[in-house]
T-cell receptor, first 117, second 115 residues
Framework: AQKVTQAQTEISVVEKEDVTLDCVYETRDTTYYLFWYKQPPSGELVFLIR??????QNEISGRYSWNFQKSTSSFNFTITASQVVDSAVYFC??????????????FGRGTQLTVWP | GAGVSQSPRYKVTKRGQDVALRCDPISGHVSLYWYRQALGQGPEFLTY????????KSGLPNDRFSAERPEGSISTLTIQRTEQRDSAMYRC?????????????FGPGTRLTVT
């Protein structure tokens, strides 16, 4: 079973629009960590954020914000006033704390975001 | 400082040949991970090391795949008798702590094409 689901395969918006990327995860662990990575057209994977399962406080970093809701097992990512440079594939990932898979990241399939000028 | 580096960046090989992919992690990073990413998919875990010890290799697809990190720094992922289905982007990542929920910093990847 997929541990991380990103149901949106592709999203297109026009510059300055707000956009939310959805991420739903599945785990039996009570302690776990959630991540977002950005993969721009150049291909590298860039770390954006890590949250642990005990901290449901929303986080804001500039135009980026993250909404973590344990009740719905979601960790959504919102970009406010999108820009062309935000065009990339965005991956959500989960890390569980159980011994056998400690440290391993489970990635979703990614959401391709295209921001048009 | 220098990030994670991987070499070669691109590798084209014929079916049946062996290939060795190299990863040089961020200096001082204890943990090193290998992932494979197919086109249009997220990275999938292959194996990881804590210093020189290979802690988990359960993600390696079969016994043609092996990895080592003999001195706890540079790592090599070797694929023997390559097959076309091995074509993918191979990514290496490192993190500063012992295996755990730390952010992983990824290298640029090696694009492997098996013809």
């Amino acid at each position: 079973a997929q541990k991380v689901t990103q149901a949106q395969t592709e999203i297109s918006v026009v510059e300055k629009e707000d956009v939310t990327l959805d991420c739903v995860y599945e785990t039996r662990d009570t302690t776990y960590y959630l991540f977002w990575y950005k993969q721009p057209p150049s291909g590298e994977l860039v770390f954006l954020i890590r949250r642990n399962s005990f901290d449901e406080q929303n986080e804001i970093s500039g135009r980026y914000s993250w909404n973590f809701q344990k009740s719905t097992s979601s960790f959504n990512f919102t970009i406010t006033a999108s820009q062309v440079v935000d065009s990339a594939v965005y991956f959500c990932a989960l890390s569980e704390e159980r011994g056998s898979t400690l440290g391993r990241l489970y990635f979703g399939r990614g959401t391709q975001l295209t921001v048009w000028p | 400082g220098a990030g994670v580096s991987q070499s070669p960046r691109y590798k084209v090989t014929k079916r049946g040949q062996d290939v060795a992919l190299r990863c040089d992690p961020i200096s001082g990073h204890v943990s090193l991970y290998w992932y494979r990413q197919a086109l249009g998919q997220g990275p999938e875990f292959l194996t990881y090391f804590n210093y020189e010890a290979q802690q988990d290799k359960s993600g390696l697809p079969n016994d043609r795949f092996s990895a080592e990190r003999p001195e706890g720094s540079i790592s090599t992922l070797t694929i023997q008798r390559t097959e076309q289905r091995d074509s993918a982007m191979y990514r290496c990542a490192s993190s500063p702590g012992a295996p755990g929920p730390y952010e992983q910093y990824f290298g640029p990847g090696t694009r492997l094409t098996v013809t």
